[in-house]
Antibody
């Protein structure tokens, strides 16, 4: 059974860089079918799609976050990553890593990582 | 960007009730619409995809319908586990946007 486990710091200072990791078990990130996505959820903005990455490294980012977001994969470790630069207080949210299946959408979710941006 | 709206924002219902949640897209999305259930402190869980296809393991009391810009999620005979927040989401091969959510609470 596929499992996604997100990890990363719970507290980041404004203007710094947030780095999160999602470890995939029970399946291969090398899938020719699936993308891997990051979603965040905050009280003010609800559920927000940040972007997605394919095992080849191909990416798609939400337009309003594109200048600050980088996603990547490490197929040898079965992991994918989110990097968000110049974080602000309104980047405070629960960050979820997910699997995006074609024609199905987000069918597997990690447990969520609470990230707080505060000095 | 395609915008999603949901109504109502909150719904009060009793055990055994039939409830319907509506989701609208700002432009036609064919049937590229998913529904998720989220319980407090948990990640969202996929219930319905492609507007009306039931995800494996999801009880048959959940059903979805619609196409174009208007969609509905129906829960027949509400059970205790069903009191949660429900989100619709339009999606493509690599992106999507969510509705603001509908909270189903106990009357």
């Amino acid at each position: 059974q596929l499992q996604l486990q997100g990890s990363g710091p719970g507290l980041v200072k404004p203007s710094e860089t947030l780095s999160l990791t999602c470890s995939v078990s029970g399946g291969s990130i090398n899938s020719n079918v699936h993308y891997w996505a990051w979603i965040r959820q905050s009280p003010g903005k609800g559920l927000e799609w940040i972007g997605s990455v394919y095992h080849t490294g191909s990416t798609y980012y939400k337009a309003s976050l594109k200048s600050r977001v980088t996603m990547s994969v490490d197929t040898s470790r079965n992991q994918f990553f989110l990097r968000l630069t110049s974080v602000r207080v309104d980047d405070t949210a629960i960050y979820y890593c997910t699997r995006l299946s074609p024609r199905v959408s987000l069918d597997n979710w990690g447990q969520g990582i609470q990230v707080t941006v505060s000095s | 960007d395609i915008q999603m709206t949901q109504s109502p924002s909150t719904l009060s219902a009793s055990l055994g009730d039939r409830v319907t949640i509506t989701c609208r897209a700002s432009q036609s999305i064919s049937t590229w619409l998913a529904w998720y259930q989220q319980r407090p402190g948990k990640a969202p869980k996929l219930l319905i995809y492609k507007a009306s296809s039931l995800e494996s393991g999801v009880p048959s009391r959940f059903s979805g319908s619609g196409s174009g810009t208007e969609f509905t999620l129906t829960i027949t005979s509400l059970q205790p586990d069903d009191f949660a927040t429900y989100y619709c989401q339009q999606y493509s091969a690599y992106s999507g946007t969510f509705g603001p959510g509908t909270k189903v609470e106990i009357k």
